[in-house]
């Protein structure tokens, strides 16, 4: 059986910066009660131009990159998206056609469960030997469909596209288990009512602000600390391992109490576990993506490290997955790597000949300056 090695990862954040403060002149609340709540600090707002498929572009080509593989390799695009461009076409087939990918491509609506269900998705197509490399995007612009006056939820989110390259190896890395979860009981607590087929878009579901999400956050929370740590437990335990041996815990980057809480029960420290939420908010499906390239960049996910990864979401949802990591290529050779094997081999015949000759014009030349 062959395995998923995660082979690149990339990120993309818009620039703009939305702080607790800007949210003060918004709405009525405070940088003390947001803090307190929620953990967050600031957040990133997409710009005039940017969108969940230009976004979701930057972030794979970074990652494709760091895989040293070119777009045209890829077998498979997997986007996990709540806010896609369109409601069609689905935004996987432009996010392939600008990426120049000649492959399938669908997106998957998880909510901010999302990134893991894809993830999981990814090792199944590798695992069967159908495909040898699989792109992996979580991508949001949640600014787009949040009432800017309804301070239940405005200040929880932001946006964001993280991206990974899943590649088959012999080596037994990446996913090594998994555990997807739905009680679509739970509906009516994180929705977007207008829109659908049950209330199509019109006038009413203007007036009625029913295109914004609705959220009963105490309900959510509840949810949210009833199914991380459980979550987490069951795929650890499915991988064969026990918490001790967990070198990073990287749960859905929603609120700082709820992940706290989950560190507790699974009697994890804190500094096993990673959090990026007072910079970005709750960026839905790009939360654990986005959380996952910053563990890596900061050193805190090296060659070897097991991690698991953790998100709950609308749905109400929830998926935990268990990766290894294998080894981490240095980015600085991605580009090189990039060509393919025989036209690299060309290449470095060419500039070893160049260099060669370069250096019998040079020679005389260096030889007639140091005479003077
Ligand atoms: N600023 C100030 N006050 C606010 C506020 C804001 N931004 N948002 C809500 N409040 C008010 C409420 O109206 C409520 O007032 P009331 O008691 O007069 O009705 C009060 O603060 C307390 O609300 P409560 O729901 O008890 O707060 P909380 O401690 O549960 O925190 C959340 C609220 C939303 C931060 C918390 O419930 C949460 O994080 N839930 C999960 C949400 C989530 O993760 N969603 C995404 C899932 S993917």
Same mark, same amino acid.
């Given at each position: ?16 910066? #939305? ?248 009697? #994890? ?84 000949? #160049? ?18």
């Amino acid at each position: 059986m062959k395995h998923g090695r995660i082979a690149g990862w990339g990120k993309y954040v818009p620039k703009k910066v #939305l702080t607790n403060s800007d949210l003060e002149r918004l709405v009525d609340t405070s940088d003390e009660w947001i803090v307190t709540r929620t953990g967050i600090r600031e957040r990133r707002i997409a710009g005039e131009g940017e969108t969940t498929m230009t976004m979701s572009v930057a972030a794979a080509r970074q990652a494709l990159d760091r895989a040293g593989l070119r777009a045209s390799e890829l077998d498979l695009i997997i986007v996990a998206t709540s806010s896609p461009d369109y409601m069609l076409p689905p935004v996987s087939s432009m996010i392939q056609d600008r990426l120049g990918a000649q492959c399938g491509a669908f997106s998957l609506v998880a909510g901010c469960t999302g990134f893991v269900y894809g993830l999981a998705t990814a090792q199944q197509f590798i695992a069967s030997g159908a495909y040898q490399n699989v792109l992996v995007i979580g991508a949001e612009i949640i600014s787009r469909n949040i009432d800017w006056t309804d301070r239940n939820t405005c200040v929880l989110f932001g946006d964001a596209a993280g991206a990974v390259v899943v590649q088959a190896s012999d080596t037994p890395t990446g996913v090594l288990s998994f555990r997807l979860g739905s009680d679509g009981s739970g509906a009516e607590h994180l929705m977007v009512h207008g829109g659908g087929v049950v209330m199509p878009m019109s006038q009413r579901v203007v007036d009625e602000r029913a295109h914004y999400i609705r959220m009963n956050g105490r309900e959510v929370f509840k949810f949210a600390t009833r199914v991380l740590a459980r979550a987490a437990l069951e795929a650890v335990e499915g991988a064969g391992l026990a918490m001790d041996d967990v070198d990073l815990l990287i749960p859905h980057q929603a609120n700082l109490r709820i992940i706290e809480v989950a560190a507790r029960q699974l009697g #994890l420290p804190m500094d096993k576990v990673f959090v990026n939420l007072e910079r970005y908010g709750n960026t839905s499906a790009a939360s654990i993506p986005v959380a996952l390239v910053e563990a890596i960049e900061q050193g805190r996910i090296t060659e070897n490290s097991t991690v698991v990864m953790v998100g709950f979401g609308a749905g109400l949802t929830w998926a935990s997955a268990v990766v290894k990591m294998g080894a981490l290529d240095r980015p600085r050779y991605a580009l090189w790597r990039s060509i393919p094997g025989r036209a690299r081999a060309r290449a470095r015949v060419a500039m070893r000949t #160049l260099s060669m000759r370069a250096g019998a014009l040079l020679l005389p030349l260096y030889a007639r300056v140091t005479r003077r």
